[in-house]
């Protein structure tokens, strides 16, 4: 939902980037059905998805990297441990970007990222917390994927405002960003 949430918001804003999920389980899944109705109840027709497994080249490749939660970030993280300064949850990225204020005009997202995630420890992403987490809605009602769907439309939100505050944009190097939702 992530993946598609963000890429509607950054084509609504004519911000030029590739959004792409994949997840820690096996891949080649279609969504749930109440996913799928969940999202076009907001206009996004995701029913052409299909799940992928996290591979090393996509965290190589990506610019910045979203878990829904923090295992997820974990997982990234010990595969590759370089990826540590751009991999946040969603909800810590938010929250942490609130904190420490928008990208500003000319700032590249590394240091933003840099900016935002400059008194991180790993060791603040153990375990589990509501505070960083989303709550899967896999194998819950409806209501449960309405619900997360409207908590991560929010999160998005607030989220584009503080990495694209001024669109289109793409970083200082040039190139298009790119993201991974986990």
């Known amino acids: 939902m992530t993946e598609y949430l963000l890429r509607a918001r950054l084509a609504q804003m004519g911000v030029a980037t590739t959004v792409h ?3 820690l389980l096996p891949g080649g899944y279609a969504p749930p059905p109440d996913g799928v109705a969940v999202m076009a109840s907001r206009g ?5 998805h299909v799940s992928r ?4 080249e996509m965290i190589e490749g990506a610019d910045l990297i979203l878990g829904m939660a923090r295992e997820h970030v974990r997982a990234v993280v010990l595969d590759d441990s370089d990826a540590w300064p751009r991999t946040f949850t969603l909800k810590e990225l938010v929250r942490r970007g609130e904190e420490s204020g928008a990208r500003t005009p000319g700032e590249g997202l590394d240091g933003w990222l840099a900016r935002v995630g400059a008194d991180r420890l790993a060791a ?3 375990g589990s917390s509501p505070d960083d987490d989303v709550a899967d809605p896999i194998g819950r009602s409806r209501d449960a994927w309405e619900t997360v769907a409207a908590e991560l439309s929010t999160l998005v939100d607030r989220l584009v405002v503080l990495i694209w ?3 289109p944009r793409s970083d200082t190097s040039g190139r298009d960003e790119r993201s991974w939702a986990q």
């Open 165 to 167: 505050p001024e669109s």
């Open 21 to 23: 999920s994949a997840g």
């Open 124 to 126: 603040d992403l153990t």
């Open 44 to 48: 996004i027709d995701s029913s052409g």
């Open 53 to 56: 497994t996290v591979e090393a």
